[in-house]
């Protein structure tokens, strides 16, 4: 009798956790899932943005940085980009700075000009990261080497970040900039 009793207990719970797990998901595409859970990076951030907005699931902020994360362990850039805003916001996770930096490093060693531009600006305020001007003029030159709707927006920031470093951290700044975008070309530099 015990034993019969421990059983139904055991499948009820297993019952409940199903029917939660089940309802997580409900409003998310199976197709959609499928491929997060096989490894999507592209799929693990739209499910992430999901979450994040409340989009056909219950809002989640814990389950967007989740999903997030895993797309980022894969070096998606989008997905570095997300968590790197999780963890400056503290949403879904405990805000974390450094982290924050990570991650956004992470996404602007790829050539992300919004990532270079958000790391230049924290190393402009010293959040996460050391305070450093030559290290945010550093991302901001390249940042703003990318057409797009902020590129004014970090060429004025490099401007204004440019007057508060000496000629010789210009020049070295300036020989660091040719050598990575000499290896990294970008289709979508400016001229």
Known sequence: MK?????????VVLAQAMRL?????????????????SGDAAA????????AAGDGVAQNYKLGAEWYGKAAALG??????????????????????????????KAADQGDASAQGTLAMLYT??????????EAYY???????????????YAANRQNV??????DELAAVEERVATW????PRPDAAQ
């Not at 693990?44 to 979450?51: Q, R, S, T, W």
């Not at 968590?83 to 879904?92: E, W």
């Not at 305020?125 to 450093?132: A, D, E, I, T, Y």
């Not at 975008?181 to 990294?184: D, L, R």
């Open 76 to 105: 998606n850039i989008l997905g570095e980009i997300h968590l790197a805003d999780c963890f400056r916001d503290g949403r879904g996770i405990t805000r974390d700075m450094t982290q924050a930096a990570a991650w956004y490093r």
């Open 162 to 167: 440019g007057t508060r470093i000496t000629a």
């Open 44 to 51: 693990e951030v739209a499910i992430g943005d999901k979450y």
């Open 125 to 134: 305020l010293g959040q996460g990261v050391p305070r450093s001007d030559v």
């Open 181 to 184: 975008k000499a290896a990294h």
């Open 3 to 11: 034993l019969q009793r421990k059983l139904v207990v055991l499948i």
């Open 21 to 37: 797990a089940m309802a997580q998901t409900a409003g998310i595409d199976a197709a959609l899932l499928t491929k997060a859970n």
């Open 139 to 153: 991302w901001l030159d390249l940042a703003a080497a990318v057409k797009g709707p902020n590129q004014a927006r």
